[in-house]
C-alpha cells in the first residue's frame, strides 16, 4: 500500500462561481486509524450542490469549510485496516469522510454497504442521501396523491429523477423541467414521466408549463428556484403543496436578488409550502433505503450516473453541476475494490 494520501483542501472562499482555484490538492501521509476507528480507501466520492455552501463563511445548515481544511462529503470506501471496529479489511462502508485517497473514521460512524443488493456506487446516489431526499420530499412534504400533478425541477439529476419516478409510483402524472433535450428524453424515455420541459429552449416557463400541465400543479417539488419556480407558482391549484428542497439557481449569487413578489399568489390557492432537510427524517432512513433499494431490484425506479475518474478531477466533478453537465447521480471514481 501506498504511504502518500492525496487530499484536497479550501484553497480560498470563492466570490461567485467557484472554479479551479477555489481547490488545492495536498499530500499528507496516510492516516493510522485510532482507538475504535477503521482506516478506509475511498472507491467512490459524492460531489453535492450543498457543498457550495460550505464554502461560504457564515450561517448555513451545514458547518462551514475554513480555508485549508480537507473537504469532506459521502464516499463509499473499502476497508484496509481495523483498529476496534466491528469491520474487517475488506468490507464496503459509506459515511462522511474526506475528499482523499484515505481517511480514518469511527466505527458507528460508517454504515455498511451490501455489494449484493445494487452496485456499491448507489450508496451515494439512488440507494444514499439523494434518493432518500426525494423518497420523504415526495412522500411526506410534496404529498402528490393518485391523478395529481406533480412537477419536478432540476428533474433528471440525482435528487429529481427519483422524486418524479416515486410521484409517478404514488399515481401522480409528472411533469419535469430540465436543461437539455438529452435530458428531457431521459425524463420521457428512461423515467416514464409524462412530460419533460427543456428550460434552456424557452425564456417563456410558465406557457412551457401550462402546455405540460394544463390542469395545473398540485404537488411541486423544487430543487432550483429561481425565474422557474416563480412560474410554477403561476400555476399552483386550490391546496397545493411546494416541498422546497434546494435553490441551486441561487448558491452562487453573493446576494440574494429581489424582485416581483409571488407569494400573493398562494393566498388565492390556499397553498402550503415547506421547506424541508433530509436529516430530519434519520430514523427512518433505514425503512427508505429498503423500499427504494426494492424499487430498484424490481425496475420500478431507474436510475443514472456520471463519473468522473480520478481523485484529481473532483472539482471538476462538483463545479459540473452549476453547468448542468451530470445525468443522475455525479460521482467521482477514486479506485477500483482490491481483487
Ligand atoms: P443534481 O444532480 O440535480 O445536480 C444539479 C443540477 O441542477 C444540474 O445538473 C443542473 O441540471 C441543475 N441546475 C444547475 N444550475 C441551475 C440553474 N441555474 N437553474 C436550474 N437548474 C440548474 O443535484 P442533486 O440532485 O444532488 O440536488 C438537487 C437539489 O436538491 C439541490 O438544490 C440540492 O441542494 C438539494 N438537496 C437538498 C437536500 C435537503 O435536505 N433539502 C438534500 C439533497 C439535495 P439542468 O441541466 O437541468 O440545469
Request: charged letters at 30%.
Given at each position: 500500500m501506498t504511504d502518500t494520501n492525496?487530499?484536497?483542501?479550501?484553497?480560498?472562499?470563492?466570490?461567485?462561481?467557484?472554479?479551479?482555484?477555489?481547490?488545492?490538492?495536498?499530500?499528507?501521509?496516510?492516516?493510522?486509524?485510532g482507538p475504535g476507528e477503521a482506516l478506509v480507501r475511498t472507491l467512490y466520492l459524492s460531489v453535492d450542490p450543498y457543498m457550495r455552501d460550505r464554502m461560504r463563511a457564515g450561517e448555513s445548515y451545514a458547518e462551514p469549510w475554513g480555508v485549508g481544511d480537507p473537504l469532506e462529503g459521502g464516499v463509499v470506501g473499502e476497508v484496509v485496516a481495523d483498529n476496534g471496529t466491528e469491520f474487517e479489511a475488506g468490507d464496503v462502508v459509506a459515511g462522511n469522510l474526506r475528499w482523499a485517497d484515505f481517511s480514518t473514521a469511527a466505527g458507528p460512524d460508517l454504515q455498511r454497504v451490501d455489494p449484493d443488493l445494487a452496485p456499491i456506487s448507489t450508496a451515494l446516489g439512488v440507494l444514499g442521501m439523494p434518493g432518500r431526499t426525494a423518497y420523504f420530499g415526495t412522500r411526506e412534504v410534496?404529498?402528490?396523491?393518485?391523478?395529481?400533478?406533480?412537477?419536478?425541477?432540476?428533474?433528471?439529476?440525482?435528487v429529481g429523477s427519483v422524486a418524479g419516478q416515486v410521484a409517478k409510483l404514488q399515481g401522480a402524472r409528472v411533469v419535469g423541467?430540465?436543461?437539455?433535450?438529452?435530458?428531457?428524453?431521459?425524463?420521457?424515455?428512461?423515467?416514464?414521466?409524462?412530460?419533460?420541459?427543456?428550460?434552456?429552449?424557452?425564456?417563456?416557463?410558465?406557457?412551457?408549463l401550462a402546455e405540460a400541465a394544463p390542469g395545473g400543479v398540485d404537488a411541486y417539488f423544487d430543487n432550483v428556484g429561481g425565474p422557474i419556480t416563480d412560474a410554477v407558482f403561476t400555476q399552483l391549484n386550490v391546496d397545493a403543496r411546494v416541498a422546497v428542497c434546494g435553490q441551486i439557481s441561487q448558491y452562487n449569487a453573493e446576494e440574494l436578488p429581489t424582485g416581483p413578489r409571488k407569494l400573493g399568489q398562494l393566498i388565492q390557492k390556499r397553498a402550503t409550502v415547506?421547506?424541508?432537510?433530509?436529516?430530519?427524517?434519520?430514523?427512518?432512513?433505514?425503512?427508505?433505503?429498503?423500499?427504494?433499494?426494492?424499487w430498484v431490484q424490481?425496475?420500478?425506479?431507474?436510475?443514472?450516473?456520471t463519473v468522473t475518474e480520478g481523485l484529481e478531477n473532483a472539482p471538476e466533478g462538483f463545479l459540473g453541476l452549476f453547468e448542468g453537465e451530470n445525468i443522475g447521480k455525479q460521482l467521482v471514481k477514486v479506485a477500483d475494490r482490491e481483487e
Open positions: 492525496r487530499v484536497f483542501t479550501l484553497a480560498k472562499r470563492p466570490e461567485g462561481k467557484p472554479n479551479r482555484d477555489t481547490f488545492e490538492l495536498v499530500e499528507r501521509d496516510v492516516p493510522e486509524p410534496a404529498q402528490p396523491d393518485a391523478g395529481d400533478t406533480f412537477v419536478v425541477t432540476g428533474a433528471a439529476g440525482a423541467f430540465a436543461g437539455s433535450a438529452e435530458k428531457v428524453s431521459f425524463l420521457e424515455d428512461d423515467l416514464g414521466f409524462d412530460a419533460g420541459i427543456n428550460y434552456k429552449e424557452t425564456d417563456d416557463y410558465r406557457a412551457a415547506e421547506g424541508f432537510l433530509i436529516q430530519d427524517f434519520a430514523p427512518r432512513f433505514e425503512q427508505a433505503t429498503r423500499q427504494l433499494g426494492r424490481n425496475g420500478d425506479i431507474t436510475y443514472r450516473e
